[in-house]
């Protein structure tokens, strides 16, 4: 009987990676930049989950990492990259930056087993996930100015405008992201959503302590005054102002050459939309 109680728990090791994780992310009530999805791990995925899984998926914990030493002592730079959906970008970035080291963040346990199954076949050292929400790592586990760059690519949109309280990029987090990058760090953003683009200008360009590099300026196109800030507006809900409506503004720079055109983005591209590229850098 004994061993029969201590079954779940010892299960809930890495094979459990996919199993009911939203339990984990009961306390997080800033912002929901994320739904679980209930797509299913693949038994392949499964496999580099419980084969790879304790060299390169670090739990998480709410206590400052050591980041070289969870990198098995390496000192080269740290990069951190928020929501890497199935890891791709990641792992060619990775195998290409070979001198840099790659905190990968993601929830969605698909994607887990996924960029472990690219670790395992690519023969990748540099990388390391944490299968947690973000806001929360960078929170606990991030310590002060200790990260060389952080890359968000195709952050969830949430199109509707109801919904844009739960896009990630809010002055708020981008506070906290700061704080994390050490000076002379970089922070770069891709999407294909124009009206997220401009809120990442908007919310980025504010923010004192970052450099927009981008040469050329743009005016703001998919905002209007019926989405003005109203005095007393949530803090955590970007909304633009009169005076950003009617400015030009430092915006977007070509892709880096790091990053790769995903197969998703070629799709997007075929049919006509934009991709934007942001990439600023810390004073
Ligand atoms: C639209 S997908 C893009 C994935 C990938 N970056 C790409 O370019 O294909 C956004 C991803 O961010 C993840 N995500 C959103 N909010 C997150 C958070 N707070 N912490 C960790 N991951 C998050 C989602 O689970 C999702 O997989």
Redesign the pocket.
Known sequence: MASKRLLPTLRRSWRNLSAKPERQFDRIDR?R??VL?TGRTTTAQQRAIDELGPQFCIPFQDQKLDLNKAFDGSTNPKILE?????G??TAAIAQLRSQDDFLA????PP?IGALLKRIGEMGLTNVRLIQ????E?LEKMILPESLDGIHI????PWHKKRHHKRR?IQAAFTRLLVSRLKSGGYVHL?TDWHNYAEQMFLVLNAEQSLINTSVAAVPVETFGSEDIAQEGGAENEFKPSRAQLESHHLAYVERPSYRPI?K?ETRGLKLGHGVWDLVYQKK
């Open positions: 912002i930049s994320f999805r928020i929501g890497f959906g199935m791709e970008t963040i993601e929830v969605h994607g947690h929400d973000a806001v790592v690519y195709f952050a969830d990630l891709a995903t998703f």
